[in-house]
């Protein structure tokens, strides 16, 4: 069954960055497109980052565009989301997640989603 196994969560000073990766298994991880979503406390949640299959095409939130970036390795069936200049309003759990198909820019499109990793952002 598809298992997403999020890491690379922590504490950080608002201005830091931190990577988080998302170990894929139990699907051809390379025919999918895959997301990072985040839910923070009393809030829903959103869709920040996601890639096309091939890692041709992104997106981004507007609130996190030019800070975060999302790229993945398909020979190693992971995704990463590299985040810099990190603020407070960026605490929340972060999530990995497996879309429908090979492009997907938006919360629906997606189906599996991992566990979560807890990012907190101190100022």
């Known amino acids: 069954q598809v298992q997403l196994v999020e890491s690379g969560g922590g504490l950080v000073q608002a201005g830091g960055s931190l990577r988080l990766s998302c170990a894929a298994s139990?699907?051809?991880?390379?025919?999918?497109?895959m997301g990072w979503f985040r839910q923070a406390p009393g809030k829903e949640r959103e869709l920040v980052a996601a890639i096309s299959w091939s890692g041709g095409s992104t997106y981004y939130a507007d609130s996190v565009k030019d800070r975060f970036t999302i790229s993945r390795d398909n020979a190693k069936n992971t995704v990463y989301l590299q985040m810099y200049s990190l603020k407070p309003e960026d605490t929340a759990v972060y999530y990995c997640a497996t879309a429908k198909g090979r492009v997907a820019t938006t919360g629906p499109l997606f189906d599996y989603w991992g566990q979560g990793t807890q990012v907190t952002v101190s100022s």
């Open positions: 139990g699907f051809t991880f390379s025919n999918y497109a």
